[in-house]
């Protein structure tokens, strides 16, 4: 049977320049000296949180397009995307940099799934430069999803707290010097059942468990292969069942996996079971894995974002949450 879903780029479109831009309380991530920007007020002195969340995404494109001394006008596509109702803060942003917008929905799998678009368009040779992205905001993602954050509603060891962060990465024809996309694999929406938005990681599990067979598979490359293995935000919860799955496929070694939401507050208790939101893999998968491949401290990354695809209306009507994960593999050539 021919496997479906796997993307090839023969062309290697580069990801010549990143910029992440994060909240104050990011400042306790262990990652945040690979941050480009941190902002002292959580709105980023904006009026509401969800203006904020769109002035994150905002200065993350420009800090990615002044890398390469480019300007918005320079940009062939923006492919960008959040959790907010209809994603109103990218759509925002879109409106104040004027590049042609694919808005983009994959949940917290968006810095994925953009990634990957913007490498197709590439590949195609539809793009010379194409600006993927996706952020989160904690206010504003709390509210819409769970409870106001001024109802001080207390939150269990499964619980995940949503970053305030922002991710943007430039992709173009293949350049030396920097990070290129080998190739991808699209997720497969995956329901088990589960109905508890306290509980994202353990939901997010086996759509990344089952990225990760058909990539490996439909690639012909193995988990060994690779410097690094990290999953996008399935926290302590979701990462630990995402390892007890993995074992299933035949995978016993685990010292190249890691996950973003595990590792983005450093373990702190205060964060519970670690970090989600769709800024969280963005931030962490563009500032430090990036420079670190580009350093040569990595040569061959599997970065694989998941993603809750629940919505207020399905949660309300106690419908359960289906989940995706995304695969992108980075090396340098």
Known sequence: MVMKGLLTFPSMPSIVSTGVTAGPLEKKSPFQASFDKIYEDERCDMKTNEQGHSKLMEDACMIALSKIDKIPSDADFLLTGDLVNQMTPSNFFATTVGIPYIGMFSACATSVSSLLLAALLTEANMSK?????????????????????????????TAQWTVTAAGAAAVTPFQDGVPSIVCGTIGRAIDMGMTDPLNMGA?????????????????????????????GDLATVGFSIFKELA???????FDNFSDAGMEFYGNNPDFMA??????????????????KIKDKEYKKVLLIATGALLSPLSYQQGDTIPCIAHAVELTMK
């Open 129 to 157: 430069i194409a600006i993927a992205g996706s952020s989160s905001q904690h206010n504003a993602i709390e509210r819409q999803f769970r409870y106001p954050i001024e109802y001080g509603a207390q939150k269990g060891d």
């Open 203 to 231: 939901a997010m599990a086996p759509a990344a468990a089952d990225t990760l067979k058909r990539h490996l598979e439909g690639h012909g490359t193995s988990a060994s292969d690779y410097d690094l293995i990290m999953t």
């Open 247 to 253: 074992k299933n496929q035949g995978i016993t070694e």
């Open 274 to 291: 670690g970090a989600s939101g769709a800024g969280c893999s963005a931030a962490v998968y563009f500032s430090e894995v990036y420079q």
